[in-house]
Protein backbone atom coordinates (compact mmCIF):
# COMPACT_ATOMS: atom_id res chain seq x y z
CA UNK A 1 0.00 0.00 0.00
CA UNK A 2 2.76 2.36 0.75
CA UNK A 3 4.28 1.58 -2.58
CA UNK A 4 1.78 1.82 -4.53
CA UNK A 5 0.24 4.95 -2.85
CA UNK A 6 3.74 6.65 -2.84
CA UNK A 7 3.40 6.09 -7.05
CA UNK A 8 0.25 7.64 -6.86
CA UNK A 9 1.09 11.00 -4.92
CA UNK A 10 4.09 10.90 -7.52
CA UNK A 11 2.31 10.83 -10.73
CA UNK A 12 -0.54 12.94 -9.48
CA UNK A 13 2.15 15.62 -8.51
CA UNK A 14 4.01 15.46 -11.60
CA UNK A 15 1.51 15.47 -13.91
CA UNK A 16 -0.18 18.19 -12.49
CA UNK A 17 2.68 20.82 -12.18
CA UNK A 18 3.17 19.84 -15.98
CA UNK A 19 0.11 20.17 -17.54
CA UNK A 20 -0.63 23.11 -15.46
CA UNK A 21 2.85 24.74 -17.44
CA UNK A 22 0.31 24.20 -20.46
CA UNK A 23 -2.71 25.63 -18.84
CA UNK A 24 -1.06 28.82 -17.05
CA UNK A 25 0.68 29.52 -20.44
CA UNK A 26 -2.36 28.98 -23.01
CA UNK A 27 -4.80 31.26 -20.62
CA UNK A 28 -1.70 34.54 -20.62
CA UNK A 29 -1.91 33.67 -24.62
CA UNK A 30 -5.32 34.02 -24.55
CA UNK A 31 -6.08 30.63 -25.44
CA UNK A 32 -9.58 29.23 -24.28
CA UNK A 33 -8.97 25.67 -22.28
CA UNK A 34 -12.24 23.28 -22.57
CA UNK A 35 -10.65 20.24 -19.91
CA UNK A 36 -7.80 19.58 -17.27
CA UNK A 37 -7.67 15.98 -16.89
CA UNK A 38 -5.04 14.20 -14.76
CA UNK A 39 -5.15 10.87 -16.23
CA UNK A 40 -6.37 9.29 -19.25
CA UNK A 41 -10.25 7.20 -20.37
CA UNK A 42 -13.11 7.07 -18.28
CA UNK A 43 -13.84 10.49 -16.19
CA UNK A 44 -14.35 9.77 -13.00
CA UNK A 45 -14.73 13.50 -11.23
CA UNK A 46 -15.28 16.56 -12.99
CA UNK A 47 -16.10 19.68 -11.98
CA UNK A 48 -16.36 23.25 -13.20
CA UNK A 49 -15.73 26.18 -10.92
CA UNK A 50 -18.03 29.66 -10.64
CA UNK A 51 -16.32 31.61 -13.71
CA UNK A 52 -14.22 29.14 -15.15
CA UNK A 53 -14.61 27.74 -18.47
CA UNK A 54 -12.42 24.95 -17.99
CA UNK A 55 -13.43 21.55 -17.15
CA UNK A 56 -11.37 19.90 -14.16
CA UNK A 57 -10.99 16.31 -14.43
CA UNK A 58 -9.69 13.06 -13.01
CA UNK A 59 -9.88 10.11 -15.13
CA UNK A 60 -8.93 6.24 -14.71
CA UNK A 61 -5.81 5.71 -15.90
CA UNK A 62 -3.37 8.20 -13.84
CA UNK A 63 -0.11 7.29 -15.97
CA UNK A 64 -0.30 10.90 -17.41
CA UNK A 65 -2.83 13.57 -18.03
CA UNK A 66 -3.75 16.22 -20.66
CA UNK A 67 -4.88 20.17 -21.35
CA UNK A 68 -7.63 19.69 -24.38
CA UNK A 69 -7.44 23.93 -25.83
CA UNK A 70 -10.12 25.02 -28.26
CA UNK A 71 -8.73 24.08 -31.49
CA UNK A 72 -9.80 23.34 -35.32
CA UNK A 73 -8.16 20.32 -36.09
CA UNK A 74 -9.92 18.96 -33.08
CA UNK A 75 -13.44 19.93 -33.37
CA UNK A 76 -15.95 22.76 -34.69
CA UNK A 77 -15.32 26.06 -33.34
CA UNK A 78 -17.95 29.12 -33.55
CA UNK A 79 -17.24 32.57 -35.27
CA UNK A 80 -16.92 34.49 -32.51
CA UNK A 81 -14.37 32.36 -30.69
CA UNK A 82 -11.85 31.75 -34.06
CA UNK A 83 -9.32 34.46 -31.40
CA UNK A 84 -9.72 31.92 -28.92
CA UNK A 85 -8.35 29.09 -30.74
CA UNK A 86 -4.79 27.03 -30.11
CA UNK A 87 -4.61 27.15 -33.95
CA UNK A 88 -5.02 30.79 -34.64
CA UNK A 89 -2.22 31.69 -32.27
CA UNK A 90 0.49 33.16 -33.55
CA UNK A 91 3.75 30.52 -33.99
CA UNK A 92 5.62 31.96 -30.97
CA UNK A 93 2.46 31.44 -28.80
CA UNK A 94 1.94 28.32 -29.72
CA UNK A 95 5.48 27.48 -28.98
CA UNK A 96 5.59 29.30 -25.65
CA UNK A 97 2.03 26.93 -24.61
CA UNK A 98 4.36 23.59 -25.68
CA UNK A 99 7.36 23.95 -24.22
CA UNK A 100 5.90 24.97 -20.59
CA UNK A 101 4.58 21.65 -19.27
CA UNK A 102 8.38 20.50 -19.21
CA UNK A 103 9.95 23.91 -17.93
CA UNK A 104 7.14 23.29 -15.46
CA UNK A 105 8.40 19.56 -14.76
CA UNK A 106 11.62 21.55 -14.56
CA UNK A 107 11.22 24.18 -11.86
CA UNK A 108 9.91 21.79 -9.58
CA UNK A 109 12.72 20.03 -9.60
CA UNK A 110 14.86 23.28 -8.87
CA UNK A 111 11.55 24.25 -5.73
CA UNK A 112 12.23 20.80 -4.42
CA UNK A 113 16.04 20.46 -4.36
CA UNK A 114 15.82 24.43 -3.03
CA UNK A 115 13.33 23.24 -0.26
CA UNK A 116 16.22 19.87 0.53
CA UNK A 117 19.03 21.95 0.20
CA UNK A 118 17.75 24.41 2.57
CA UNK A 119 16.50 22.18 5.35
CA UNK A 120 19.78 19.65 4.69
CA UNK A 121 20.40 16.21 3.07
CA UNK A 122 21.88 13.92 5.19
CA UNK A 123 24.15 11.63 3.23
CA UNK A 124 27.42 9.19 3.75
CA UNK A 125 30.68 10.85 3.73
CA UNK A 126 32.59 9.89 0.58
CA UNK A 127 35.24 8.63 2.39
CA UNK A 128 36.94 4.84 0.67
CA UNK A 129 36.67 1.71 1.61
CA UNK A 130 38.93 -1.02 0.41
CA UNK A 131 40.10 -0.78 -3.22
CA UNK A 132 40.21 -4.14 -4.84
CA UNK A 133 43.16 -4.83 -7.10
CA UNK A 134 43.43 -4.34 -10.94
CA UNK A 135 40.86 -1.92 -11.01
CA UNK A 136 40.84 1.68 -12.14
CA UNK A 137 41.05 3.53 -8.44
CA UNK A 138 44.29 0.84 -7.69
CA UNK A 139 45.73 2.25 -10.81
CA UNK A 140 45.09 5.56 -9.77
CA UNK A 141 46.72 4.61 -6.54
CA UNK A 142 43.54 5.45 -4.32
CA UNK A 143 43.66 4.13 -1.05
CA UNK A 144 41.07 3.57 1.79
CA UNK A 145 40.40 5.81 3.94
CA UNK A 146 40.50 8.57 1.53
CA UNK A 147 37.79 11.18 1.24
CA UNK A 148 37.12 12.46 -1.99
CA UNK A 149 36.80 16.33 -1.56
CA UNK A 150 36.06 17.02 -5.28
CA UNK A 151 36.00 15.63 -9.25
CA UNK A 152 36.73 17.70 -11.96
CA UNK A 153 36.14 20.88 -9.71
CA UNK A 154 32.90 19.58 -8.69
CA UNK A 155 32.52 19.51 -4.65
CA UNK A 156 31.56 16.06 -3.78
CA UNK A 157 30.35 16.44 -0.05
CA UNK A 158 28.92 12.75 0.30
CA UNK A 159 29.03 9.81 -2.18
CA UNK A 160 25.64 10.68 -4.38
CA UNK A 161 27.11 13.38 -5.67
CA UNK A 162 30.72 11.39 -6.03
CA UNK A 163 28.36 9.04 -8.54
CA UNK A 164 26.45 12.11 -10.20
CA UNK A 165 29.79 13.28 -10.92
CA UNK A 166 31.91 10.28 -11.91
CA UNK A 167 28.71 9.13 -13.93
CA UNK A 168 28.33 12.54 -16.34
CA UNK A 169 32.57 12.08 -16.95
CA UNK A 170 32.05 7.90 -18.01
CA UNK A 171 29.16 9.24 -20.44
CA UNK A 172 31.67 11.84 -21.87
CA UNK A 173 34.14 9.35 -21.67
CA UNK A 174 36.85 11.76 -19.97
CA UNK A 175 39.12 10.89 -17.12
CA UNK A 176 38.34 11.93 -13.43
CA UNK A 177 40.51 14.55 -11.72
CA UNK A 178 39.88 13.56 -8.05
CA UNK A 179 41.18 15.69 -5.06
CA UNK A 180 41.22 13.17 -1.99
CA UNK A 181 42.22 13.95 1.13
CA UNK A 182 44.40 11.92 3.10
CA UNK A 183 44.25 10.56 7.09
CA UNK A 184 47.27 12.62 7.16
CA UNK A 185 45.29 15.93 6.67
CA UNK A 186 47.34 16.04 3.08
CA UNK A 187 45.01 16.76 -0.57
CA UNK A 188 46.53 14.86 -3.20
CA UNK A 189 45.26 15.05 -6.97
CA UNK A 190 44.86 11.61 -8.41
CA UNK A 191 43.97 10.86 -12.21
CA UNK A 192 41.49 7.80 -12.37
CA UNK A 193 40.66 6.51 -15.65
CA UNK A 194 36.96 5.40 -16.23
CA UNK A 195 37.19 5.06 -20.30
CA UNK A 196 37.63 1.06 -18.96
CA UNK A 197 33.67 0.83 -18.45
CA UNK A 198 31.94 -1.03 -20.67
CA UNK A 199 27.70 -0.86 -21.85
CA UNK A 200 26.96 -3.45 -19.42
CA UNK A 201 28.85 -1.72 -16.58
CA UNK A 202 26.22 0.90 -16.51
CA UNK A 203 23.84 -1.08 -15.71
CA UNK A 204 24.45 -2.07 -11.97
CA UNK A 205 26.85 -0.38 -9.63
CA UNK A 206 29.89 0.92 -11.87
CA UNK A 207 31.37 2.54 -9.14
CA UNK A 208 32.32 -1.17 -7.84
CA UNK A 209 33.81 -1.69 -11.43
CA UNK A 210 35.63 1.46 -10.75
CA UNK A 211 37.17 0.03 -7.52
CA UNK A 212 35.38 2.49 -5.37
CA UNK A 213 33.32 1.60 -2.45
CA UNK A 214 32.34 3.26 0.87
CA UNK A 215 34.19 3.02 3.68
CA UNK A 216 31.94 0.71 5.99
CA UNK A 217 33.07 -0.07 9.78
CA UNK A 218 34.12 -3.79 10.89
CA UNK A 219 30.75 -4.84 12.89
CA UNK A 220 31.73 -7.61 15.47
CA UNK A 221 30.15 -10.84 15.42
CA UNK A 222 27.70 -9.67 18.71
CA UNK A 223 23.89 -10.62 18.55
CA UNK A 224 22.38 -7.17 19.35
CA UNK A 225 18.73 -8.46 18.56
CA UNK A 226 17.21 -11.75 18.36
CA UNK A 227 13.42 -11.93 16.45
CA UNK A 228 10.87 -13.94 18.30
CA UNK A 229 10.54 -17.54 16.86
CA UNK A 230 13.44 -17.43 15.06
CA UNK A 231 16.04 -20.00 14.73
CA UNK A 232 18.70 -17.84 17.37
CA UNK A 233 15.70 -17.62 19.93
CA UNK A 234 15.09 -21.90 19.45
CA UNK A 235 18.79 -22.41 19.60
CA UNK A 236 19.24 -20.49 23.07
CA UNK A 237 21.27 -17.86 21.60
CA UNK A 238 20.77 -14.52 23.69
CA UNK A 239 21.65 -10.73 22.99
CA UNK A 240 25.26 -9.87 23.46
CA UNK A 241 26.52 -13.25 22.64
CA UNK A 242 29.52 -12.79 20.38
CA UNK A 243 30.24 -15.70 17.79
CA UNK A 244 33.50 -17.33 18.25
CA UNK A 245 33.55 -19.68 15.61
CA UNK A 246 30.92 -22.02 13.63
CA UNK A 247 32.14 -25.67 12.78
CA UNK A 248 35.45 -25.10 13.89
CA UNK A 249 36.28 -21.55 11.39
CA UNK A 250 36.76 -18.80 13.61
CA UNK A 251 34.32 -15.57 12.64
CA UNK A 252 36.00 -12.62 12.82
CA UNK A 253 33.03 -10.11 11.84
CA UNK A 254 29.45 -9.87 11.62
CA UNK A 255 29.59 -10.30 7.37
CA UNK A 256 31.87 -13.27 7.67
CA UNK A 257 29.13 -15.00 10.15
CA UNK A 258 26.36 -13.56 7.96
CA UNK A 259 28.13 -15.68 4.64
CA UNK A 260 28.40 -18.92 7.06
CA UNK A 261 24.61 -18.78 7.98
CA UNK A 262 23.29 -18.00 4.49
CA UNK A 263 25.56 -21.15 3.00
CA UNK A 264 24.59 -23.21 5.45
CA UNK A 265 20.20 -23.75 4.59
CA UNK A 266 19.16 -26.54 6.77
CA UNK A 267 22.61 -27.62 7.78
CA UNK A 268 23.87 -27.99 11.16
CA UNK A 269 26.41 -25.48 12.88
CA UNK A 270 28.22 -25.87 16.31
CA UNK A 271 28.92 -22.73 17.51
CA UNK A 272 31.28 -21.66 20.00
CA UNK A 273 29.95 -18.33 21.42
CA UNK A 274 31.11 -16.00 24.33
CA UNK A 275 28.41 -15.09 27.05
CA UNK A 276 28.98 -12.60 29.71
CA UNK A 277 33.23 -13.95 29.22
CA UNK A 278 32.72 -17.25 29.37
CA UNK A 279 32.77 -19.61 26.38
CA UNK A 280 29.46 -22.02 25.09
CA UNK A 281 28.61 -24.56 22.52
CA UNK A 282 25.21 -23.89 20.81
CA UNK A 283 24.08 -26.08 18.10
CA UNK A 284 22.50 -23.54 15.24
CA UNK A 285 20.23 -25.07 12.35
CA UNK A 286 19.54 -21.80 10.02
CA UNK A 287 16.05 -22.05 8.13
CA UNK A 288 16.25 -22.49 4.82
CA UNK A 289 14.13 -19.58 2.48
CA UNK A 290 14.71 -18.97 -1.09
CA UNK A 291 16.16 -16.01 -2.66
CA UNK A 292 16.03 -15.52 -6.29
CA UNK A 293 16.63 -18.62 -8.01
CA UNK A 294 18.35 -20.11 -4.21
CA UNK A 295 17.80 -21.43 -1.36
CA UNK A 296 19.90 -19.38 1.94
CA UNK A 297 20.25 -19.90 5.09
CA UNK A 298 18.33 -17.61 7.69
CA UNK A 299 18.43 -17.35 11.86
CA UNK A 300 16.46 -14.15 12.58
CA UNK A 301 19.22 -12.05 14.02
CA UNK A 302 20.66 -8.99 13.74
CA UNK A 303 23.59 -6.93 15.04
CA UNK A 304 25.46 -4.94 18.03
CA UNK A 305 25.83 -1.91 16.44
CA UNK A 306 28.24 0.88 17.25
CA UNK A 307 26.27 3.60 16.60
CA UNK A 308 28.57 6.09 17.07
CA UNK A 309 30.82 4.97 14.38
CA UNK A 310 28.14 4.83 11.75
CA UNK A 311 26.79 8.29 12.71
CA UNK A 312 30.76 9.64 12.54
CA UNK A 313 30.28 8.46 8.57
CA UNK A 314 27.36 10.66 8.04
CA UNK A 315 26.97 14.13 6.70
CA UNK A 316 23.92 16.49 6.14
CA UNK A 317 24.50 18.97 2.86
CA UNK A 318 22.94 22.39 4.06
CA UNK A 319 23.08 25.37 2.63
CA UNK A 320 22.02 29.13 3.02
CA UNK A 321 18.53 30.18 0.72
CA UNK A 322 21.01 32.08 -1.85
CA UNK A 323 23.07 29.42 -2.23
CA UNK A 324 20.93 26.59 -2.29
CA UNK A 325 19.33 28.30 -4.91
CA UNK A 326 22.56 28.16 -6.36
CA UNK A 327 23.17 24.47 -5.78
CA UNK A 328 19.27 23.25 -6.94
CA UNK A 329 20.02 24.87 -10.06
CA UNK A 330 23.24 23.47 -11.08
CA UNK A 331 21.92 20.23 -9.31
CA UNK A 332 18.83 20.61 -11.81
CA UNK A 333 20.86 21.27 -14.98
CA UNK A 334 23.64 18.37 -14.10
CA UNK A 335 20.69 15.76 -13.96
CA UNK A 336 19.00 16.98 -17.01
CA UNK A 337 22.04 16.73 -18.82
CA UNK A 338 23.07 13.55 -17.60
CA UNK A 339 20.06 11.74 -18.38
CA UNK A 340 20.34 13.08 -21.79
CA UNK A 341 23.91 11.43 -22.55
CA UNK A 342 22.38 8.65 -21.40
CA UNK A 343 19.52 8.33 -23.96
CA UNK A 344 22.31 9.58 -26.43
CA UNK A 345 24.55 6.43 -25.71
CA UNK A 346 21.68 4.01 -25.34
CA UNK A 347 21.00 5.14 -29.29
CA UNK A 348 24.20 4.84 -30.19
CA UNK A 349 24.62 1.35 -28.33
CA UNK A 350 27.24 2.35 -26.06
CA UNK A 351 24.48 1.90 -22.93
CA UNK A 352 22.46 -1.05 -22.57
CA UNK A 353 18.63 -0.79 -23.18
CA UNK A 354 18.30 -1.93 -20.26
CA UNK A 355 18.48 1.36 -18.06
CA UNK A 356 15.50 1.71 -19.73
CA UNK A 357 12.51 1.94 -17.06
CA UNK A 358 8.79 1.65 -17.01
CA UNK A 359 5.83 2.17 -14.47
CA UNK A 360 6.73 -0.54 -12.21
CA UNK A 361 10.22 0.18 -11.22
CA UNK A 362 9.18 3.88 -10.81
CA UNK A 363 6.43 2.91 -8.56
CA UNK A 364 8.75 0.26 -6.61
CA UNK A 365 11.19 3.38 -6.14
CA UNK A 366 8.48 5.98 -5.09
CA UNK A 367 7.97 2.83 -2.10
CA UNK A 368 11.51 2.64 -1.52
CA UNK A 369 11.84 6.27 -1.35
CA UNK A 370 8.87 6.65 1.03
CA UNK A 371 9.63 4.49 3.22
CA UNK A 372 13.40 5.96 3.74
CA UNK A 373 11.77 9.16 4.85
CA UNK A 374 10.19 12.54 3.16
CA UNK A 375 13.17 14.10 2.26
CA UNK A 376 14.39 11.06 0.04
CA UNK A 377 10.87 10.45 -1.42
CA UNK A 378 11.08 14.65 -2.24
CA UNK A 379 14.59 13.71 -3.98
CA UNK A 380 13.04 10.75 -5.66
CA UNK A 381 10.17 13.34 -7.08
CA UNK A 382 12.68 16.40 -8.14
CA UNK A 383 15.03 12.91 -10.40
CA UNK A 384 11.28 12.02 -12.34
CA UNK A 385 10.10 15.18 -12.52
CA UNK A 386 13.94 16.26 -14.21
CA UNK A 387 13.38 12.84 -16.25
CA UNK A 388 9.47 13.93 -17.22
CA UNK A 389 10.81 17.30 -18.62
CA UNK A 390 13.77 16.13 -20.72
CA UNK A 391 11.77 13.09 -22.15
CA UNK A 392 8.90 15.72 -23.08
CA UNK A 393 11.39 17.74 -24.73
CA UNK A 394 12.81 15.42 -27.19
CA UNK A 395 11.96 15.86 -31.11
CA UNK A 396 9.72 12.59 -31.06
CA UNK A 397 6.12 13.22 -32.56
CA UNK A 398 3.41 13.16 -30.11
CA UNK A 399 5.70 14.64 -27.27
CA UNK A 400 6.03 17.93 -26.64
CA UNK A 401 9.53 18.34 -27.84
CA UNK A 402 7.86 16.79 -31.04
CA UNK A 403 5.33 20.01 -31.27
CA UNK A 404 8.33 22.05 -30.67
CA UNK A 405 10.52 21.18 -34.20
CA UNK A 406 6.91 21.63 -35.93
CA UNK A 407 6.43 24.85 -34.86
CA UNK A 408 10.43 25.79 -35.33
CA UNK A 409 10.46 24.64 -39.01
CA UNK A 410 6.87 26.65 -39.25
CA UNK A 411 9.14 30.05 -37.98
CA UNK A 412 11.46 29.21 -40.16
CA UNK A 413 9.63 28.34 -43.69
CA UNK A 414 6.71 31.11 -43.07
CA UNK A 415 4.32 28.41 -43.02
CA UNK A 416 3.12 25.39 -41.41
CA UNK A 417 3.98 21.36 -41.56
CA UNK A 418 1.88 19.96 -44.22
CA UNK A 419 -0.80 17.97 -42.98
CA UNK A 420 0.03 14.70 -44.40
CA UNK A 421 4.18 14.91 -42.72
CA UNK A 422 2.14 16.44 -39.80
CA UNK A 423 -0.23 12.74 -39.48
CA UNK A 424 2.63 10.46 -40.56
CA UNK A 425 5.09 11.99 -37.62
CA UNK A 426 2.02 11.56 -35.33
CA UNK A 427 2.01 7.75 -36.43
CA UNK A 428 5.62 7.44 -36.34
CA UNK A 429 5.56 9.05 -32.63
CA UNK A 430 3.21 6.75 -31.61
CA UNK A 431 4.66 3.69 -32.87
CA UNK A 432 8.19 4.73 -31.37
CA UNK A 433 6.40 5.49 -28.22
CA UNK A 434 4.49 2.08 -27.90
CA UNK A 435 7.95 0.17 -29.02
CA UNK A 436 9.59 2.12 -26.08
CA UNK A 437 7.05 1.64 -23.61
CA UNK A 438 6.88 -2.09 -24.34
CA UNK A 439 10.59 -2.36 -23.86
CA UNK A 440 10.83 -0.25 -20.99
CA UNK A 441 7.69 -2.52 -18.96
CA UNK A 442 10.08 -5.91 -20.62
CA UNK A 443 12.58 -4.42 -18.33
CA UNK A 444 10.75 -3.95 -15.26
CA UNK A 445 9.19 -7.26 -15.15
CA UNK A 446 12.66 -9.09 -16.02
CA UNK A 447 14.36 -6.91 -13.01
CA UNK A 448 11.07 -8.13 -10.52
CA UNK A 449 10.92 -11.92 -11.79
CA UNK A 450 14.65 -12.64 -13.12
CA UNK A 451 16.89 -10.49 -10.51
Not at 39 to 67: C, D, M, N
Not at 304 to 327: C, H, N, W
Amino acid sequence: MTTLLAFIVAIVVLVAFHEYGHYWVARRCGVKVLRFSIGFGKVLYSRKFSGSETEWVISAIPLGGYVKMLDEREGEVQPEELHLAFNRQPVLKRMAIVVAGPLANLLLAIVLYWGLFVNGVPGLKPILGNVAPDTPAAQAQLRAGQTIISINGVQTPSWQEVRWVLLDAVLQGDKAELAVLGESGATRMQDLVVTSLTAADLDGDFLSKLGLQPYRPVVKPVIGKIIDGGEAQKAGMLEGDRVISANGKPVGDWAEWVDIVRSHPDQSLHLEIERQGHVQELGLIPESVKEGSQLIGRIGAAPQIEQKEFDALMTVVRYSPGKALFESLSKTWETAAVSLKMMGKMIIGQASLKNLSGPVTIADYAGQSAQMGLGAYISFLALISISLGVLNLLPVPLLDGGHLLYYTVELIKGSPVPEALWEFGQKAGMALLLTLMALALFNDFSRLFLN
